[in-house]
C-alpha cells in the first residue's frame, strides 16, 4: 500500500489484548488490536533503515465464543451494561436452568433500582430462595421489556462485527491517504486471520463519518443486515 505520494506503507501489529471467556475485574468482553502504520525514512546510503510511525488504528469487537459465555443471556448482558450486579453474576454457571434458588435470589438482591425496589417491597422483604421461584417468571418478563431491544441491538452490532474504535494520523501525513490505507489493511487483515469483514461503527466521529463517506463514493463499501462493510476486492 503505498501514500498519494507514492510512499511504501508498512504495518505493524502491537500486542492485543483478548477478551476472558471468564468474568474478570475489568469485566471487558471486547478483543482489541493495535496496528502502527509508518513510512521508511529517507537514510544516507550504506545506513540502516529507519521507519517513522504515520499512523494509529485500533479495531475490536466481541467473539462468539466470548458472547456465548459472558453475554449469553438479559442478566448476564444487564452486568457488562452497568448493573450493580457483577459479583452475583460471576457466581452463575453458564446455562440459566442451572442456577440455583440460592444464586437467583442473590441476583435479584443485588439488582439496580426498579428490580430491587419493586421485587423486595422497597427492601422491607428481600428475596429469599424460598420465594424467589414463584416470581422468578415475572422478574425475567421484566428485565426482558427493559434490556430486551437493547440486548438485541447490542448483539448485532458487536458479535463479530469488528469496527474501527480508535485512528489517527500524523499531521505532517494528512491528506496523504494514510487513513484510507490503513482501513484498507485491517479490513483485509481481519479477514484473512478471521474471516470476518470490518464494519462502520455505528457512533463515529465526524472525520470517521467523511472517511466512510470517502471510501463509499470510491465504491470501496458494501451493505448488508449488519451495516456496512468495507470490500476485500478493492484494487
Known amino acids: 500500500m503505498l501514500t498519494k505520494d507514492g510512499q511504501k506503507l508498512y504495518f505493524l501489529e502491537k500486542e492485543p489484548k483478548y477478551a476472558n471467556s471468564i468474568f474478570d475485574q475489568s469485566n471487558s468482553i471486547w478483543d482489541q488490536y493495535w496496528f502502527e502504520a509508518l513510512i521508511q525514512k529517507t537514510t544516507e546510503q550504506d545506513t540502516p533503515t529507519e521507519y517513522m510511525t504515520v499512523g494509529y488504528i485500533k479495531i475490536g469487537w466481541i467473539r462468539k465464543s466470548v458472547w456465548n459465555t459472558r453475554a449469553s443471556n438479559l442478566w448476564h448482558f444487564a452486568s457488562i451494561s452497568g ?6 453474576v460471576n457466581q452463575l454457571p453458564h446455562d440459566m436452568k ?10 435479584v438482591n443485588a439488582a439496580d433500582g426498579y428490580f430491587h425496589w419493586y421485587y ?8 429469599t430462595p424460598e420465594n424467589v421461584d414463584a416470581i422468578w417468571e415475572n422478574i425475567n418478563k421484566s428485565l426482558k421489556a427493559k434490556l430486551g431491544g437493547k440486548y438485541k441491538k447490542f448483539k448485532m452490532f458487536n458479535m463479530d462485527r469488528p469496527i474501527v474504535d480508535y485512528i489517527s494520523t500524523e499531521k505532517s501525513m ?13 479490513a483485509k487483515w ?3 486471520k478471521f474471516g470476518l469483514h470490518l464494519y462502520a461503527s455505528d457512533t463515529q466521529t465526524d472525520t470517521a463519518e467523511f472517511t466512510w463517506k470517502k471510501m463509499e463514493e470510491m465504491g470501496w463499501v458494501v451493505y448488508n443486515k449488519k ?9
Open 83 to 88: 448493573w450493580t450486579i457483577a459479583e452475583a
Open 98 to 107: 442451572d442456577w440455583t434458588a440460592e444464586q437467583k435470589a442473590a441476583l
Open 120 to 127: 423486595t417491597q422497597g427492601g422491607q422483604n428481600p428475596i
Open 174 to 186: 494528512l491528506r496523504q491517504h494514510v487513513g484510507l490505507a490503513m482501513y484498507q489493511f485491517v
Open 190 to 192: 481481519v479477514n484473512d
Open 227 to 235: 451495516g456496512k462493510y468495507i470490500r476485500l476486492d478493492i484494487a
